[in-house]
């Protein structure tokens, strides 16, 4: 299984951005999917979960800013980022839990990360 995060750039504070990460490998089914990020020095940290029916859950630090969103058909989550602020600064990473046919028990991969950087 692979996880490709695309999306990632340089943009000024205020601006938005669109992560994608999509799941390739034989998927049959994703569970929750998520996205992390950690900034230079720092622990990674949770940024925003999605459940497999759609329910959204956020840090507090990106509430009313950022959407996660999921397409099932094309195993890909994505997270919109609006009103971004030089704090939001990080590597992010995307997260899934899912089965595969070889596989077919939950497990929880990552994606190789994806730099966001907001100028001020």
């Known amino acids: 299984v692979q996880l490709q995060a695309s999306g990632g750039g340089l943009v000024q504070a205020g601006g938005s951005l669109r992560l994608a990460c999509a799941a390739s490998g034989n998927v049959t089914s994703i569970n929750r999917m998520g996205w992390y990020r950690q900034a230079p020095g720092a622990q990674r940290e949770w940024v925003a979960g999605?459940?497999?029916?759609?329910?959204?859950h956020y840090a507090d630090s990106v509430k009313g800013r950022f959407t996660i969103s999921r397409d099932n058909a094309k195993n890909t989550v994505y997270l919109q980022m609006n009103d971004l602020k030089p704090e939001d600064t990080a590597v992010y990473y995307c997260?899934?839990?899912?089965?595969?046919?070889?596989?077919?028990?939950?497990?929880?991969?990552w994606g190789q990360g994806t730099q966001v950087t907001v100028s001020s």
């Open positions: 997260n899934m839990q899912l089965l595969t046919i070889l596989v077919p028990v939950p497990t929880t991969y």
């Open positions: 999605i459940t497999n029916p759609g329910t959204t």
